[in-house]
């Protein structure tokens, strides 16, 4: 359960400074204590071998970021 003084602390900080803390804490979480089903596992094997198979398919994530920061603009 979240503290409520903290959450209210948060809450009351500006709009750049929660951005900045949820990144901090996303950054702070381990991607390995993160739950996934079995489901997510084996969604993410498939793809994993699929990107094995044919890494050639797809584009960079570079070219992805580019894509998406040019529709904001």
Do not use: C, F, H
């Not at 009351?12 to 991607?31: H, K, M, T």
Request: overall charge negative.
């Amino acid at each position: 359960m979240v503290d409520q003084t903290l959450l209210s602390q948060a809450k009351g900080l500006g709009v750049a400074e929660r951005v900045e803390l949820i990144n901090e804490l996303w950054a702070s979480i381990d991607a390995d204590a993160l739950p996934v089903t079995p489901a997510e596992a084996a969604l993410i094997d498939q793809r994993l071998a699929e990107a094995d198979a044919d890494p050639l398919v797809g584009r960079s994530w570079e070219d992805v970021e580019a894509s998406l920061r040019s529709r904001i603009r």
